[in-house]
């Protein structure tokens, strides 16, 4: 329900990125290969700047995100799985009744979505495809997305393609037993519900987004990848009351369009043999008036072959939309408005370790434990919102050879 999912990991579709399977040599070919990926996320949020109460009040919410994936590999083929729930709790989406049933509000989210691969090694390209759903209280959303990898062996440049469409239901009552968990209506905070505010429920969104990478030299690799969003429908949130300036109360407004565009440039550099530098610039900017830029670093030490430290940093920067506003300090005469500090000005800084154990392991073995992956990262934001962000994931393989 609340937005700030989005920066948790487990949320969203998984992007599929991967490269030509040409690149194996024959012994893997010739193999069936399955990977399972058990992971944990915990994240923990508090800040005073609700949108469910017009940009003041607690922002505390904590999420317990479990998910399990798993991939089949045969021949040029490959079939993939995600499942995973978001446990939710919400001080601050209890305030949309203004009614503390208890000190915070439980909530869930379900989310599945399996794709299907295809390689064809003589034209060195990947194709693939896939489908999904995410469902929670407020909302139930339908994603696909179809996508090429190809790569020129001779300049060892690799390009890409991926478009995704997602269709989105924002109408509350899905797992309530008291709807018969079917959809009933928009929800809007207690005291507004006198009259519908939107003639809408539904939002599109589609992605298309491009890359090419290729190695400078030896140490240096350089990836440059654009993309375009376009949404249209209820981009508004029906719980975010907006208090204005002469004391009335409303709810969010937002155009019922919204374009992005965004341009990320990633640059990997090796050293000493033993350490990576994953380096990510990204620019934002769209029609709300956002404009943003920020800057990712992610260190890869290896201190052994099976023992890795994952050092990361990233810092973030925000030129707010025209449409926002603090509390009380809305035109009541305004045509769109909203209190969401999502959309205001602000900068972020977030840095975190992980650790990585790799044990060692060889085709010999039928079955490996591939890694071991242990996360903790704190981010901090200039108006005050703090959060722990804590994950663990377990990868392993299998291997079989055919039958002939």
């Not at 599109?204 to 090419?212: D, I, P």
């Amino acid at each position: 329900m609340n937005k700030k999912l989005l920066m948790v990991g487990s949320f969203a579709f998984m992007q599929l990125m991967a490269r030509a399977q040409a690149k194996e040599n024959a012994q893997q070919e010739r193999l069936n290969k399955s990977e399972v990926e058990l992971v944990y996320n915990h994240y923990l949020q508090d800040g005073d700047n609700s949108a469910v109460t017009g940009g003041v009040g607690t922002e505390r919410l904590i999420v317990y995100g479990p998910s399990f994936s798993m991939k089949k590999s045969w021949k040029t083929n490959a079939i993939s799985f995600n499942l995973g729930t978001d446990v939710i709790s919400s001080a601050s989406t209890d305030n949309i009744d203004m009614i503390m049933s208890s000190a915070s509000r439980l909530d869930a989210r379900t989310y599945a979505f399996t794709s299907f691969e295809k390689n064809l090694p003589v034209h060195n390209m990947l194709l693939y495809g896939g489908i999904g759903f995410s469902i929670e209280s407020d909302y139930f959303s339908v994603g696909t997305k179809i996508g090429l990898v190809k790569e020129d062996k001779k300049t060892l440049t690799t390009y890409s393609a991926q478009f995704q469409m997602f269709n989105d239901d924002l109408r509350w009552g899905r797992l309530n037993s008291k709807t018969n968990n079917g959809p009933s209506n928009l929800i809007y905070p207690e005291e507004l519900r006198f009259q519908e505010w939107y003639d809408e429920v539904k939002r599109n969104s589609f992605n298309l987004r491009l890359g090419v990478s290729r190695p400078i030299d030896k140490k240096n690799i350089l990836g440059f990848y654009p993309e375009i969003t376009y949404q249209e429908g209820l981009l508004a949130t029906p719980f975010h009351r907006i208090y204005f300036s002469d004391g009335t109360l409303g709810v969010e407004q937002l155009p019922d369009e919204r374009w992005k565009g965004a341009l990320a440039v990633k640059w990997n550099r090796f050293l000493l043999g033993n350490i990576i530098l994953k380096n990510v610039l990204n620019g934002y900017a769209d029609n709300f008036g956002i404009v943003a830029v920020s800057f990712e670093n992610e260190t890869v030490i290896k201190l052994k072959p099976e023992f890795q430290l994952l050092p990361n940093i990233r810092f973030y920067t925000q030129k707010g939309s025209k449409y926002f506003d603090e509390f009380m300090q809305h035109d009541v005469n305004s045509e769109f408005y909203t209190s969401d500090f999502d959309l205001s000005e602000f900068q972020t800084y977030n840095a975190g370790l992980g650790i990585k154990l790799n044990p060692h392991n060889s085709l010999k073995r039928k079955r490996l434990l591939n890694a071991m992956v242990i996360r903790y990262n704190f981010m901090y934001r200039s108006n005050g919102l703090k959060a722990h962000i804590f994950s663990f994931s377990l990868q392993t393989e299998s291997y079989r050879n055919p039958k002939k």
